[in-house]
């Protein structure tokens, strides 16, 4: 099994911020978001403390079904995700796995092979947006 690459990026701005650069990025691209956890409140329900962690899951039905065509496993990894956290120090970053390692984990070539690079790249660019 491949182990896909952990990719965490700092922020300039605070988790909160990040949070809300990231889904105005999404929007802009007409991303949809299917759900926003937030781990922090899931923490303080069951009284305990978290800082600040939000999964964010998004994804285009039109750039995520082909590959599920091509192998409908793909689906237990897509939609796409981003956690955006904050460290001990107050700092906030943003992680996701970068899917090029879809590829390999189902044996997607050709077309499918530019598609998954043309994912990675697209989650790098929104990344930049949400911390920069």
């Known amino acids: ?3 896909p690459a952990l990719v965490t990026v700092p922020s300039r701005h605070s988790a909160a911020e990040t949070l809300a650069r990231l889904e105005a990025a999404l929007q802009a691209k007409g991303i949809t978001v299917f759900a926003r956890i937030d781990h922090a409140a899931g923490a ?4 305990m ?6 999964l964010v899951v998004f994804g285009n039905p039109a750039a995520g079904t082909p590959l599920m065509q091509a ?11 981003v956690l955006i956290w904050e460290d001990e120090a107050h700092k906030a970053w943003l992680s996701y796995r970068d899917p090029t390692w879809l590829e390999t984990e189902y ?6 092979s530019s598609a998954v690079r043309g994912l990675s790249t697209a989650l790098a660019a929104l990344a930049r947006a949400a911390t920069g």
Request: net charge positive; charged share 25%; hydrophobic share 35%.
């Open 44 to 47: 303080a329900q069951a009284g």
């Open 1 to 3: 099994m491949v182990r």
């Open 71 to 81: 192998d409908q496993r793909v689906g237990l990894d897509l939609p796409l995700k």
């Open 49 to 54: 403390s978290l800082r600040p962690t939000v």
């Open 107 to 112: 044996g997607l070539g050709g077309t499918r």
